[in-house]
């Protein structure tokens, strides 16, 4: 799941970007859709809030429709794949928006979504793009984040913070039920393969805590300062810079590169407005939508928005490398790699 937004001047962000629904005069989408037409997006809560992306998307959608955009949130990124799941050809959703390449094996499994129509040409990710289903719309990396007044000298690799001082405590999140839990599971193993479950076992005298999701994590007790380092993304101190004005926290660079995320949407084949939902699929490579995401859903934009990128964004670590493995290998070997995790954190 996408960075869940930061609390403090929270409103700042979102005055910063209200001027971005006045564009949508000039919205390179055109809609014949009713007033009466109603498009349902399934996502997940932090998106929907009042300074996250969602309030801004929606006026300037709206606008350039004139139709009515409905955001029904749900808990997480796995939530909204289970729900769509259980719902099948009766969902509402005419689109999900918020699952990620880690999740994408597992949707397209499903049976349940279509092709998108959209033109990706304009994409400006780190990974080539192939998928005709799913329209990214952000990515970020994983990463630890730690707090400069709290630790001076933070672990430059999984192998120094695994033989770190036994003082050196990490809180992380549980790879079934939290996005960032995944992906460090995925992190791991990528980096260590055969040898993951001994390095999990190896890294749990470090790990303070493991929580469900990423916001019990970050808000509750790494701010709260009950330990110096938190899994989170690597624009996540971007925020911090831009909004909060302060540079006390930062992004551990590793030598040994980072765990891709790129976050997606998709059309639901039951849908009764394909062809407004596609519009709307289009729209969110559009500058109105993809200039409210880095300092609303605190990732990098899935297309290149120039001088409108924060430029907070440039103070930010660049990944040695990019780490992702492939949806199919993740789809086929997520139980048995969580398995792994269980069996090494509970020895």
């Known amino acids: 799941m996408a960075f869940h ?9 979102l005055k910063s970007f209200a001027s971005i629904a006045g ?48 955001f029904i949130a749900l808990d997480s990124s ?9 719902e099948g050809d009766s ?24 092709t998108s129509g959209v033109d990706t040409s304009t994409l400006a990710l780190p990974i080539e793009w192939d998928s005709d289903i799913f ?33 050196v405590k990490i809180i992380i999140q549980d790879p079934r039920t939290s996005t960032p839990g995944l992906g460090l599971l995925l992190w791991m193993k990528s980096v260590y393969g055969d040898e993951a479950a001994a390095k999990w076992e190896a890294l749990q005298p470090k790990i303070l805590t493991v929580t469900k999701g990423w916001s019990e994590a970050y808000f509750s007790l790494f701010l709260n300062n009950e330990a110096p380092m938190v899994l989170s993304y690597s624009t996540s101190p971007g925020y911090h810079i831009a909004v909060d004005e302060t540079e006390q926290y930062q ?37 109105e ?4 995401l880095p300092l609303t859903n605190v990732m990098y934009p899935a297309t290149d928005i120039g001088d409108a990128l924060p430029p907070a964004f440039d103070q930010l670590i660049t990944p040695a490398e990019t780490l992702l493995i492939d949806k199919n290998e993740v789809k086929a070997n997520r139980k048995a790699w969580t398995d792994e995790w269980l069996d090494a954190t509970t020895r």
């Open 91 to 114: 969902t509402r959703a005419d689109v999900v928006l918020g699952l990620d390449t880690n999740l994408m094996g597992l949707a397209e499994d499903t049976g349940l979504l279509d």
């Open 78 to 86: 796995a939530g909204i794949l289970n729900r769509v799941q259980l």
């Open 251 to 287: 992004a551990a660079a590793f030598s040994e590169g980072h765990y891709l995320q790129v976050e997606v949407a998709a059309l639901l084949k039951s849908s009764k407005n394909k062809e407004l939902a596609r519009k709307f699929l289009s729209f969110m490579l559009q500058p």
């Open 135 to 167: 329209v990214p719309f952000d990515y970020g990396y994983f990463a630890f984040v730690y707090n400069t007044e709290l630790m001076e000298n933070p672990p430059t690799s999984f192998d120094e913070l695994i033989n770190a001082p036994d003082d």
């Open 289 to 292: 939508f993809q200039q409210a």
């Open 5 to 13: 937004r930061l609390g403090r001047k929270s409103q700042l962000a």
């Open 23 to 70: 564009l949508c005069a000039g919205s390179l989408i055109s809609g014949n859709a009713s007033a009466k037409d109603t498009l349902t997006v399934y996502t997940y809560d932090s998106f929907t809030s009042e300074w996250g992306a969602g309030p801004i998307v929606e006026k300037a959608f709206e606008a350039s429709c004139d139709c009515d955009l409905e």
